[in-house]
């Protein structure tokens, strides 16, 4: 059960510079989330999906686009990464709707760091 | 606004001491649930509990118990004979806006030395 990949683990790019991060799930979950974790902040939600061709923007979304072309993949992209960016990003989903406040399952991170 | 609170920014403890990790949320839902997740060292998010606002009787699991308490809005996580494999990051969350998504408190580092 592989349940919630994240790629790459690790990534460092140069100001300006753009990636996208991929996020995949075996569960069949509707709902998948994008968070980024920041020394002595927590986890702050910056998009999430409800369903395949859905988006959303959470707490955080300047400077992020996301996609969710199929239901098992949630990209996250940096258009031009600063410096402001660098941060641990996670990736979870969730169960359907009609299974409301499940937890979520997370991957294991990208470490994502801009020079 | 829902608000989850983890005043303690670091506890140390020695092997066998009994922790507590507190966690105060504000919440305008009548009805919600409650989260614990830890985050070892080695990075990843381990979903610890869920509890419901109906019940509110203390929920223990091995070495781990939570105290529930909607009158001060609090879900304490209690840690009793802590070992050096509890040693993590452990954050307390809070459904917010529907569609699962959460809010999560800045989180308690604890240091459990031998």
């Known amino acids: 059960n592989a349940g919630v990949t994240q790629t790459p683990k690790f990534r460092v790019l140069k100001t300006g510079q753009s990636m996208t991060l991929l996020c995949a799930q075996d569960?069949?979950?509707?709902?998948m989330y994008w968070y980024r974790q920041d020394p002595g902040m927590g986890l702050r939600l910056i998009h999430y999906?409800?369903?395949?061709?859905?988006?959303a923007k959470g707490e955080v979304p300047d400077g992020y686009n996301v996609s969710r072309l199929k239901k098992q993949n949630f990209l996250l992209g940096l258009e031009s990464a600063a410096p402001s960016q660098t941060s641990v990003y996670f990736c979870?989903?969730?169960?359907?709707?009609?299974?409301?406040?499940?937890?979520?399952?997370f991957g294991d991170g990208t470490r994502l760091s801009i020079l | 606004a829902q608000k989850v609170t983890q005043a303690q920014t670091e506890i140390s403890v020695v092997e066998k001491e009994d922790v507590t990790l507190d966690c105060v949320y504000e919440?305008?839902?009548?009805?919600?649930?409650l989260f614990w997740y830890k985050q070892p060292p080695s990075g990843e998010l381990v979903f610890l509990i869920r509890?419901?606002?109906?019940?509110?009787q203390n929920e223990i699991s091995g070495r781990y118990s939570w105290n529930f308490q909607k009158s001060t809005s609090s879900f304490n996580f209690t840690i009793t004979a802590s070992q050096v494999v509890d040693s993590a990051v452990y954050f307390c969350?809070?459904?917010?806006?529907?569609?699962?998504?959460?809010?999560f408190g800045a989180g308690t580092r604890l240091a459990v030395h031998p």
């Open positions: 999906s409800v369903g395949e061709g859905t988006t």
């Open positions: 569960m069949n979950h509707e709902y």
């Open positions: 509890r419901n606002s109906f019940d509110e």
């Open positions: 919440t305008r839902d009548t009805t919600y649930y």
């Open positions: 969350a809070l459904p917010r806006g529907g569609y699962n998504k959460l809010i």
């Open positions: 979870a989903s969730s169960p359907p709707w009609t299974v409301i406040n499940q937890p979520q399952h």
